[in-house]
């Protein structure tokens, strides 16, 4: 993490804690047929109003940009220069 003065160390969760996937899209497990982020950001996009702009972290920080770029071209939007 890129944060002046940030700690060695992230404290982690209390003992006794468990994580459960809550989407099956987003993991190995999910049934034949269930909808990609891809398809959901498909169906999301056109019923915001206006503009939509994604930098690079926005949806998901584990993606390398060049991820985030391939997926936002499938979702179907346009690749623009600053």
């Not at 468990?18 to 993991?27: E, G, L, Q, T």
């Not at 169906?43 to 770029?69: H, K, M, Q, W």
Request: hydrophobic share 35%.
């Amino acid at each position: 993490l890129h944060v002046a003065g940030a700690p060695s160390a992230w404290p982690g969760p209390a003992p006794g804690w468990n994580y459960s996937s809550s989407y099956a899209a987003c993991n190995d497990r999910a049934p034949p047929g269930t909808d990609s982020m891809v398809d959901f950001y498909r169906r999301l996009a056109p019923a915001l109003p206006g503009r939509i702009v994604v930098f690079n972290g926005d949806t998901d920080p584990c993606v390398s940009y060049e991820g985030t770029r391939e997926a936002l071209l499938r979702v179907g939007f346009k690749e623009v220069q600053p």
